[in-house]
C-alpha cells in the first residue's frame, strides 16, 4: 500500500508509540545510565519497586515542558517527558490489603531539568492532590529536585506565588498519610513539600535545605556546597527527617513497610519468647538500659520501624505491628538523659501522638522517666512550652493508649507519657519493682523532710537518714502499692504484656 493509502489510524498509533518512549527510561539511555553510575535510580525505577506490577495508571505523561519557544516541539518532548514528574494512582500490597492497598504516588524526575518544578508539573500535581483529597488516598512522594524552574517561558509568569501545589498539599495534613523520600539533591518547593509530609524518609547521602547552592549564592549568601547546605547527617539530630536509609532501594523498602501502617490490620506475625522480658530490666534501678529491645520483643518479629532516632534520643517513638494490628511505641530511653523528658524529646513526642491520632493508630507508652528536665539551662530551651504541647497531645488523643510502667513513673513527665493521668489510657499497668510517685524517691525526701534532715548536724548521721527514709519510701511508692490504691490498673508479669496489650485493643470497638 502506497502513502496515500496509508492507515490514518496506524500513524496515530504509532505516533502515540513514539511519543511514550520518548517519556520512557529507555528512550534516555544516556542519562539512564549516568544516573546509574552515579549509583541512584530513576522516578520510574522508585515507583516500579514501590507499587504492584501493571497496577500504576499515570496521569499526564504525555505533558512537556512549557518552553516550546525555546526548545522547539520536538526539543521539549525530548527534554522535558512528563515535565518531570511522574504522578499516578497505584496500589501497593494488594494480595495483603485488598482495595485498601489503593495508593497516589508522584515523583519529580532528576534527569529532568533537575527535577525541577514547572508550570505543567505543577498543574499535573494539583490534578493528583485533588484526586487524593477526593479519594482519601495514601499519598508517596519521591521528592529529589531544585525547586521551581524559572526558564518556562510559554506561559506568562510574573510572581508565580499563585501556584496552588503547596496549599493542596498541606491541606491534606491529618486528612491522609503521606510519606516523602528524599535522595540526591532536595532544596526549595521541593524541600518544603517534603518536609511538610507525614514522615520523611532519606537516603544518607542526601542533601536537604530551604534554598539550593544557586539560590543561595544568588542572594548574596556566599559559595556553599549542596553538603554545606543540608546534609543529612546534620539534618536527622534536628528531627527534619525520621529514617535515615542507605541507598533509594533500601527507602522503598522501608517506604511500603511505612505505608503498610496506614492500611491497617494483617495476620497476626511471629513473637519472640516473652520470658526474655522478664530479665531485661537492670537489677539496679539507677542502672541505664536499652527501651527498643523491649519495644522490639513485645511487637510482631520483625515489624518495628524507629523513627527520629538520631533526635531526642531520649525518646524512642516508632511503628510496628502487635498481633497485626498498628501500632505507635511511645519510650523512655534511659540510655540517654536517664530517660528524662527534654525540650526537643516533648515535641517529638507530642508531633508522634498527633500522628497516631490522626490515622487511627493505638499507641502504647512504656515509662520509666524521671520527669521532665529541670534547671536553668533546660528552661532555656523553652521547655514549658514544648512539655505543654506533649501533655496536650496526650490528653487529646482519640485512639486508644496503653500505658506500661516499667521501672520509674515520676512527676509530670510521666504524666504526660500517659496522657496528662495515669486514668487516662484505656488501661495503666506497671511491672513488679516499679515505683511510682510525683518526684524521684531520693528528691521527695529530701524535699518533704527537709525540716528534720535540716536539725541533724551530723552531716553522716543525716545521708543515713536520708537512705533510710528513702528505702521505707520505696515501699510506700511500689507499683503493688500504688495498684492497691486503684492509682493503676494492675500489676503484671513481665511476660504477659505483649498479651495484655493485645488483648486490651481487642477489646476496643473499631471506630
Same mark, same amino acid.
Given at each position: 500500500?502506497?502513502?496515500?493509502?496509508?492507515?490514518?489510524?496506524?500513524?496515530?498509533?504509532?505516533?502515540?508509540?513514539?511519543?511514550?518512549?520518548?517519556?520512557?527510561?529507555?528512550?534516555?539511555?544516556?542519562?539512564?545510565?549516568?544516573?546509574?553510575?552515579?549509583?541512584?535510580?530513576?522516578?520510574?525505577?522508585?515507583?516500579?519497586?514501590?507499587?504492584?506490577?501493571?497496577?500504576?495508571?499515570?496521569?499526564?505523561?504525555?505533558?512537556?515542558?512549557?518552553?516550546?519557544?525555546?526548545?522547539?516541539?520536538?526539543?521539549?518532548?525530548?527534554?522535558?517527558?512528563?515535565? *518531570?514528574?511522574? =504522578?499516578? %494512582?497505584?496500589? $501497593? /500490597?494488594?494480595?495483603?490489603?485488598? @482495595?485498601?492497598? &489503593?495508593? !497516589? #504516588?508522584?515523583?519529580?524526575?532528576?534527569?529532568?531539568?533537575?527535577?525541577?518544578?514547572?508550570?505543567?508539573?505543577?498543574?499535573?500535581?494539583?490534578?493528583?492532590?485533588?484526586?487524593?483529597?477526593?479519594?482519601?488516598?495514601?499519598?508517596?512522594?519521591?521528592?529529589?529536585?531544585?525547586?521551581?524552574?524559572?526558564?518556562?517561558?510559554?506561559?506568562?509568569?510574573?510572581?508565580?506565588?499563585?501556584?496552588?501545589?503547596?496549599?493542596?498539599?498541606?491541606?491534606?495534613?491529618?486528612?491522609?498519610?503521606?510519606?516523602?523520600?528524599?535522595?540526591?539533591?532536595?532544596?526549595?518547593?521541593?524541600?518544603?513539600?517534603?518536609?511538610?509530609?507525614?514522615?520523611?524518609?532519606?537516603?544518607?547521602?542526601?542533601?536537604?535545605?530551604?534554598?539550593?547552592?544557586?539560590?543561595?549564592?544568588?542572594?548574596?549568601?556566599?559559595?556553599?556546597?549542596?553538603?554545606?547546605?543540608?546534609?543529612? *547527617?546534620?539534618? =536527622?539530630? %534536628?528531627?527534619? $527527617? /525520621?529514617?535515615?536509609?542507605?541507598? @533509594?532501594?533500601? &527507602?522503598? !523498602? #522501608?517506604?511500603?513497610?511505612?505505608?503498610?501502617?496506614?492500611?491497617?490490620?494483617?495476620?497476626?506475625?511471629?513473637?519472640?519468647?516473652?520470658?526474655?522480658?522478664?530479665?531485661?530490666?537492670?537489677?539496679?534501678?539507677?542502672?541505664?538500659?536499652?527501651?527498643?529491645?523491649?519495644?522490639?520483643?513485645?511487637?510482631?518479629?520483625?515489624?518495628?520501624?524507629?523513627?527520629?532516632?538520631?533526635?531526642?534520643?531520649?525518646?524512642?517513638?516508632?511503628?510496628?505491628?502487635?498481633?497485626?494490628?498498628?501500632?505507635?511505641?511511645?519510650?523512655?530511653?534511659?540510655?540517654?538523659?536517664?530517660?528524662?523528658?527534654?525540650?526537643?524529646?516533648?515535641?517529638?513526642?507530642?508531633?508522634?501522638?498527633?500522628?497516631?491520632?490522626?490515622?487511627?493508630?493505638?499507641?502504647?507508652?512504656?515509662?520509666?522517666?524521671p520527669g521532665f528536665l529541670a534547671g536553668p539551662q533546660a528552661e532555656r530551651t523553652g521547655i514549658?512550652?514544648?512539655?505543654?504541647?506533649?501533655?496536650?497531645?496526650?490528653?487529646?488523643?482519640?485512639?486508644?493508649?496503653?500505658?506500661?510502667?516499667?521501672?520509674?513513673?515520676?512527676?509530670?513527665?510521666?504524666?504526660?507519657?500517659?496522657?496528662?493521668?495515669?486514668?487516662?489510657?484505656?488501661?495503666?499497668?506497671?511491672?513488679?519493682?516499679?515505683?511510682?510517685?510525683?518526684?524521684?524517691?531520693?528528691?521527695?525526701?529530701?524535699?518533704?523532710?527537709?525540716?528534720?534532715?535540716?536539725?541533724?548536724?551530723?552531716?553522716?548521721?543525716?545521708?543515713?537518714?536520708?537512705?533510710?527514709?528513702?528505702?521505707?519510701?520505696?515501699?510506700?511508692?511500689?507499683?503493688?502499692?500504688?495498684?492497691?490504691?486503684?492509682?493503676?490498673?494492675?500489676?503484671?508479669?513481665?511476660?504477659?504484656?505483649?498479651?495484655?496489650?493485645?488483648?486490651?485493643?481487642?477489646?476496643?470497638?473499631?471506630?
Amino acid at each position: 500500500m502506497d502513502g496515500a493509502g496509508a492507515d490514518p489510524r496506524a500513524a496515530a498509533l504509532a505516533e502515540l508509540r513514539r511519543r511514550r518512549g520518548l517519556t520512557a527510561d529507555e528512550g534516555r539511555a544516556q542519562a539512564v545510565a549516568a544516573r546509574h553510575a552515579a549509583g541512584g535510580r530513576t522516578a520510574r525505577e522508585n515507583i516500579a519497586d514501590l507499587v504492584d506490577p501493571g497496577s500504576f495508571v499515570e496521569y499526564g505523561r504525555l505533558v512537556t515542558g512549557a518552553q516550546e519557544d525555546r526548545l522547539g516541539v520536538e526539543g521539549v518532548m525530548a527534554q522535558t517527558p512528563a515535565d *518531570g514528574v511522574v =504522578a499516578g %494512582l497505584a496500589r $501497593v /500490597d494488594e494480595a495483603q490489603f485488598g @482495595e485498601r492497598s &489503593a495508593c !497516589a #504516588v508522584l515523583s519529580y524526575d532528576a534527569l529532568v531539568m533537575a527535577g525541577t518544578q514547572g508550570i505543567r508539573g505543577h498543574h499535573k500535581t494539583d490534578r493528583l492532590l485533588a484526586l487524593v483529597e477526593r479519594l482519601r488516598l495514601p499519598t508517596v512522594l519521591f521528592a529529589e529536585g531544585g525547586g521551581g524552574r524559572p526558564s518556562d517561558t510559554d506561559i506568562p509568569v510574573v510572581s508565580a506565588l499563585d501556584v496552588g501545589t503547596f496549599a493542596a498539599w498541606g491541606r491534606l495534613s491529618g486528612r491522609v498519610p503521606r510519606i516523602a523520600v528524599v535522595a540526591g539533591r532536595c532544596f526549595a518547593g521541593n524541600a518544603l513539600i517534603a518536609g511538610s509530609a507525614d514522615l520523611v524518609v532519606a537516603t544518607a547521602d542526601a542533601t536537604l535545605g530551604v534554598a539550593g547552592p544557586a539560590m543561595v549564592a544568588a542572594a548574596g549568601l556566599g559559595e556553599h556546597t549542596a553538603e554545606e547546605l543540608g546534609r543529612i *547527617g546534620d539534618l =536527622a539530630p %534536628l528531627g527534619v $527527617v /525520621d529514617v535515615v536509609v542507605a541507598d @533509594e532501594a533500601e &527507602a522503598v !523498602a #522501608v517506604t511500603r513497610t511505612l505505608l503498610g501502617f496506614f492500611q491497617g490490620r494483617t495476620p497476626p506475625g511471629r513473637a519472640v519468647d516473652q520470658a526474655a522480658l522478664r530479665t531485661m530490666l537492670p537489677e539496679r534501678d539507677k542502672q541505664a538500659f536499652d527501651v527498643r529491645p523491649i519495644i522490639r520483643t513485645i511487637a510482631d518479629e520483625g515489624s518495628v520501624v524507629l523513627l527520629g532516632e538520631a533526635h531526642a534520643p531520649e525518646l524512642v517513638t516508632g511503628l510496628a505491628r502487635v498481633e497485626g494490628r498498628p501500632v505507635g511505641f511511645l519510650a523512655n530511653q534511659t540510655l540517654h538523659m536517664a530517660g528524662a523528658l527534654t525540650a526537643a524529646a516533648s515535641s517529638k513526642g507530642a508531633r508522634f501522638l498527633q500522628l497516631c491520632d490522626a490515622f487511627g493508630i493505638p499507641v502504647v507508652a512504656l515509662v520509666d522517666t524521671p520527669g521532665f528536665l529541670a534547671g536553668p539551662q533546660a528552661e532555656r530551651t523553652g521547655i514549658v512550652r514544648h512539655a505543654s504541647q506533649l501533655l496536650v497531645a496526650g490528653a487529646t488523643l482519640r485512639v486508644p493508649l496503653v500505658g506500661v510502667v516499667l521501672r520509674r513513673g515520676y512527676g509530670l513527665g510521666a504524666q504526660a507519657m500517659l496522657g496528662g493521668s495515669t486514668k487516662e489510657p484505656i488501661l495503666t499497668v506497671a511491672w513488679p519493682g516499679a515505683h511510682m510517685g510525683p518526684m524521684g524517691l531520693e528528691g521527695a525526701v529530701r524535699l518533704g523532710m527537709r525540716k528534720e534532715l535540716a536539725a541533724i548536724a551530723d552531716p553522716v548521721e543525716r545521708e543515713a537518714r536520708v537512705r533510710a527514709l528513702t528505702a521505707r519510701y520505696r515501699e510506700h511508692v511500689d507499683a503493688l502499692n500504688v495498684a492497691r490504691v486503684f492509682e493503676i490498673d494492675d500489676v503484671i508479669d513481665p511476660a504477659d504484656t505483649r498479651a495484655v496489650v493485645a488483648a486490651t485493643l481487642a477489646a476496643v470497638p473499631v471506630a
